[in-house]
T-cell receptor, first 115, second 112 residues
Framework: DGGITQSPKYLFRKEGQNVTLSCEQN?????MYWYRQDPGQGLRLIYY???????QKGDIAEGYSVSREKKESFPLTVTSAQKNPTAFYLC??????????????FGPGTRLTVL | GQQLNQSPQSMFIQEGEDVSMNCTSS?????WLWYKQDPGEGPVLLIA?????ELTSNGRLTAQFGITRKDSFLNISASIPSDVGIYFC????????????FGTGTQLKVEL
């Protein structure tokens, strides 16, 4: 089955520790995205990547880092510099051309709790 | 910058009722997307609209691309308990980069 997987579903970390969230897609999409969602809020873009080995900051990139070494993978690291890291993190992917280029498909999310 | 305003913010309805929500933009969109997010899950695409005036259905869901290209509507007929969730509209960010601008969401709660 084609889709996007995120692991783990729930993640607990102590304050001050870096943590990496996994996102993998087998949809052969060029673009991948990371969003943060706080309770009762909408989606805020952290980072996005339109092609392998390239990525851009979104609206709230401070305290986060990403890499895009493979087309199918876009891991997100939440660093200790992120002041309020507890949130629900969503990964998405999309085509970059063609009729479906604007449509993003989401993974199931990772809920990160920093204690 | 671009903004998408969704209304209502939340709604409580009885099972079997029809539901209507809308999304308005400060700028023109060429595509409108409607997503549903179940609690604790990622958003799932419901309907994609690509042409002004377009009316598209997906089961009990119907969405319309406003003719001004600055708004879109989502209707749910004969609501059932599993319709509970948050509904988001989205459109392509005009600054490029294959990014989307998302609405603030409409939370739907269904009373049995």
């Amino acid at each position: 089955d084609g889709g996007i997987t995120q692991s783990p579903k729930y993640l607990f970390r102590k304050e001050g520790q870096n943590v990496t969230l996994s996102c993998e897609q087998n949809l052969n999409h060029d673009a991948m995205y990371w969003y943060r969602q706080d309770p009762g809020q909408g989606l805020r873009l952290i980072y996005y990547s339109q092609i392998v080995n390239d990525f851009q900051k979104g609206d709230i990139a401070e305290g986060y880092s990403v890499s895009r070494e493979k087309k199918e993978s876009f891991p997100l690291t939440v660093t200790s510099a992120q002041k309020n890291p507890t949130a629900f993190y969503l990964c998405a992917s999309s085509q970059t051309s063609g009729g479906d280029a604007d449509t993003q498909y989401f993974g199931p999310g990772t809920r990160l709790t920093v204690l | 910058g671009q903004q998408l305003n969704q209304s209502p913010q939340s709604m409580f309805i009885q099972e079997g009722e029809d539901v209507s929500m809308n999304c308005t933009s400060s700028s023109i969109f060429n595509t409108w997307l409607w997503y549903k997010q179940d609690p604790g899950e990622g958003p799932v695409l419901l309907i994609a609209l690509y042409k002004a005036g377009e009316l598209t259905s997906n089961g009990r869901l119907t969405a319309q691309f406003g003719i001004t290209r600055k708004d879109s509507f989502l209707n749910i007929s004969a609501s059932i308990p599993s319709d509970v969730g948050i509904y988001f509209c989205a459109g392509p960010f005009t600054g490029g980069g294959n990014k989307l601008t998302f609405g603030t969401g409409t939370q739907l709660k269904v009373e049995l």
